[in-house]
């Protein structure tokens, strides 16, 4: 029950966040919801990010800072995931799972044919981190 209260509360904090702006790549929607230093972690943030994929819709393999540790929710529909050389899994609304730093997120891709899918995406990282993703060769 915590769990998913704090969930609430962070995807509320999205909804209300007004700093929020759009990183559109190749169709899909990445959006920075919130960026908020952590005040008794010196140098660390906590950043949260919006994925949303229409129907067929995916993003490259890619790779996050090397202080990023995240943890992502599965707010609609459902995601197919593959980190590092792991099985090949899908997420639906409400699942979550996390990346720890220097993971590789090979498949990242909506694993519906008929409906849209979001993710929130928490990270915690190093404060001057501005690049969140970066993509790699598969």
Do not use: W
């Not at 707010?75 to 609304?93: C, F, T």
């Amino acid at each position: 029950m915590t769990h998913r209260i704090i969930s609430a509360a962070i995807v509320a904090a999205c909804v209300a966040s007004a700093s929020a702006h759009d990183l559109t790549r190749g169709g899909s929607k990445v959006s920075i919801v919130f960026d908020q230093p952590l005040p008794n972690v010196p140098g660390k943030s906590m950043k949260g990010v919006l994925v949303e994929y229409a129907t067929g819709q995916s993003s490259p393999a890619h790779t996050h800072p090397k202080s990023a540790f995240i943890y992502a929710t599965v707010l609609e529909g459902a995601l197919r995931s593959q980190v590092n050389d792991g099985p090949i899994k899908i997420y639906k609304a409400g699942e979550n799972f996390s990346e720890m730093p220097g993971d590789r997120h090979g498949i990242s891709a909506n694993a519906s044919d008929t409906q849209p899918m979001k993710l929130l995406a928490v990270f915690v990282v190093d404060s001057n981190e501005t690049e969140l993703t970066t993509v790699t060769a598969r």
